[in-house]
DNA sequence: ATGAAAGCGCTAACAC
DNA sequence: GTGTTAGCGCTTTCAT
């Protein structure tokens, strides 16, 4: 540490000028010069200070993610996506944690944190689509997320609609009329869309909403889907179908399921939403819904990167990109036993 | 943005000096003239530039956080642990991965991108003992893995060795006498660790160690697991036992037993590490060892504040903390079938 | 208790 | 092509 510009300078015999456009790879240096100072890094062991480099440029080389916990396998799979994809720019990741909290999501906006970033993705979970406007930093921000939020920023958002439709439809076509929903949540958010599809699957068929069959769940953890599930069970009510609104829930729900002495699928028919690995090797395995998880974290990489580089033919207007979604039908619906 | 030291000392009618005592909260300022100031910067908005402030104090309130994947569930689990701890006392987190690549974990240790953090909490995978000297930055390290490289710095580690013991004793409390092995390793590493613990309770039984049902994965993913044990079955050996070197492959190791057709843990009694959540709700629950996520998490920070703050109270010499480790027994070595 | 001024290491505009 | 120089916004002596 402490190798300066001006060291190699000195030890090139040039300018640090040229030195950092070497560093820089700049083409105006003639090879020779190139050379000598590229010996003299070598010699001096020179790396080059981040920090000043970001006072002098306004660059960081940095992004920000910001996700409810790391806990929730789904974020887990997510993030370690979105941190492969900007390392592939060169971008480091600040990853945070909001406890799908709207306060604290709001609060890192204006957190000095956000300074030593270029730019966030956030995925809310507590913010509602009328605190839309609130969401503005003095960075890009690219929301990742189910929804779109009416902010004026880039969105990324999944099928969460059209994914729960299909995946309740699914349940519908084999036969299953009482459908549980495990996840549910008074608030506008990812809750409410993928019931949205729920509901609408029931309409299109003709299937009676059972609102008593709708149980929320604060948080998405495997352990609340467990709850959730003896609540159903407690109050005695039929269900022959399960849909949970993440994967996580639907896990803990089979637990309990079983717990209960209840087979999957004979008796229900379990599915679940984000297709975590876990669910291609759960007992049984787990019919869920494929968000797209690479799809999702390299276009919120990408879309962010060009607002930050900001070139002429980056469209100011807030864009939208929906991830394609697809169901991936396993034995948790399989209503012949396989073996 | 943009609103500097200067214009708030304008407003207050002060000079940035007093303005930036007043921010960085020292007592030696009257408190009219700080309630002039704060005032100034509640009214111009003023966000202190923490680039700036890197490049002249030479912290930065960034910690770096180096796992081989987040993909990886263990991994996902701790870095949330850590992210968590370092919150707590101020400072934000990079994520890198390092795919567990011994190559990729010793270029993060002179990459520029360390220079913007404080501190770097590494958990190596491919790194071998020998290369132990290898490991040093310009930053204060913590290494937090299951073995002690012989590096120079502090290490948090946990009880692998007597880990894998205890599981693997607890299968042979079980009358299992043929335990197969998952997720072996030739070189040294976690993997040859937790083999070790496993060794050791095997010669303490009296038990003959059988080489042919120990079985190498390269990444500790579900999906090795399935295959890994898919090899013992094509191979026709016989176990009644089968221990996980981490809780993904016994997982995966599950799923292929059951479309063996082999019960669990009737004809096969699984044991896992890592005690992820997902274990507590699996079919059957997972026996595993708890490595103490947390208290690893929160210890390394720990620690690696220390080191960069320096105090007097700091030893020099490298520190080694082993966290306490304890056996979760589930079903998954239940011998009586539950339910 | 407060002000003035000197850099931290780097980039970029401007000369040559 | 290369050198000179002026800051980026802040912390921190040194005066007052």
Redesign the pocket.
């Known amino acids: 540490m ?1 190798v ?2 001006h060291d190699v300078a000195r030890v090139a015999a ?5 030195v ?1 456009m070497v ?2 790879e700049s083409p ?3 090879s020779q ?1 190139r050379l000598r100072v590229l010996e003299a890094i070598e010699s001096t062991g020179y790396r ?2 981040m920090a ?2 970001s ?3 306004g660059r960081k080389g940095v992004l920000c993610l910001a996700v409810p916990e790391l806990t929730l396998t789904f974020f887990g799979e997510l993030s370690g996506a979105v941190i492969k994809a900007a390392d592939r720019a060169g971008m480091a990741v600040f990853v945070e944690q909001t406890a799908g909290d709207a306060r604290r999501e709001l609060e890192l906006l204006s957190s000095p944190r956000l300074q030593l970033t270029d730019g966030l993705i956030l995925c809310p979970l507590g913010l509602t689509t009328h605190q839309g406007h609130e969401v503005q930093a003095n960075v890009p921000i690219v929301i990742l997320a189910d929804e779109h939020l009416a902010a004026p920023v880039d969105h990324v958002t999944m099928q969460s609609v059209a994914g729960a439709r299909a995946a309740t439809e699914h349940l519908l076509k084999l036969g299953r009329r009482n459908i549980a929903v495990i996840g549910a949540a008074p608030e506008l958010g990812p809750a409410r869309l993928r019931e949205e599809g729920y509901r609408l699957a029931l309409e299109a068929a003709g299937v009676a909403y059972q609102s008593e069959l709708v149980i929320p769940a604060q948080h998405w953890h495997r352990q609340n889907g467990a709850d959730a599930t003896q609540k159903l069970l407690d109050r005695q009510l039929h269900f022959d179908g399960l849909l949970g609104l993440n994967d996580s829930l639907a896990h803990g729900a089979m637990h309990q399921l079983r717990l209960a002495g209840l087979r999957i699928p004979e008796d229900v028919a379990v599915i679940g939403f984000d297709n975590l690995d876990e669910s291609r090797f759960s007992y049984p395995t787990l019919t869920s819904v494929d968000p797209g998880v690479d799809a999702l974290a390299a276009t919120a990489v990408r879309l962010l990167l060009q607002r930050i580089g900001g070139g002429p033919d980056v469209p100011s207007l807030p864009r939208h990109v929906e991830i394609d979604s697809r169901l991936m039908k396993r034995d948790s619906t399989n209503v012949l036993v396989s073996r």
């Open positions: 402490g300066t510009l040039v300018s640090i000028k040229t950092s560093v820089n105006r240096v003639s010069t080059p200070n000043a480099r006072l002098r440029s």
